[in-house]
């Protein structure tokens, strides 16, 4: 089964929801303000995509960060601490295609990467 990580109210996440949805492509939403997230889900996600993907140092979340706390995007085992305690630091959607894959962020091409 499919799994979009995300946040409803964000742009790339609707794009990305509606294009699976227009393409009849079965998924579950999980919403990691509302649901929460694991470590072990962060950890999993680690393992096919790097923290560069991961990790978005553009938003605003990053930027408000401490120097201290910035540094530990740079460190896997940090890192996932740090999406863990700061969500909105996580580039949005995650998509778990179930069979090993994992893609971050909302592209047109979305579907070619299943």
Not at 52 to 58: F, S, T
Not at 73 to 79: N, P, W
Request: aromatic share 8%; net charge positive.
């Amino acid at each position: 089964m499919i799994t979009v990580y995300g946040i409803p109210n964000c742009d790339s996440v609707k794009k990305g929801l509606k294009l699976l949805e227009s393409n009849n492509v079965a998924f579950q939403f999980h919403n990691f303000k509302k649901d929460g997230l694991d470590a072990k889900t962060v950890k999993n996600w680690l393992k096919t995509v790097s923290l560069q993907e991961l990790i978005n140092k553009k938003g605003t979340t990053y930027r408000a960060l401490p120097d201290e706390e910035k540094l530990k995007a740079d460190d896997k085992k940090a890192a996932v601490e740090l999406a863990l305690a700061n969500t909105s630091i996580i580039k949005r959607p995650v998509i778990d295609w179930g069979n090993g894959k994992i893609t971050v962020g909302y592209c047109d091409g979305l579907l070619q990467n299943q």
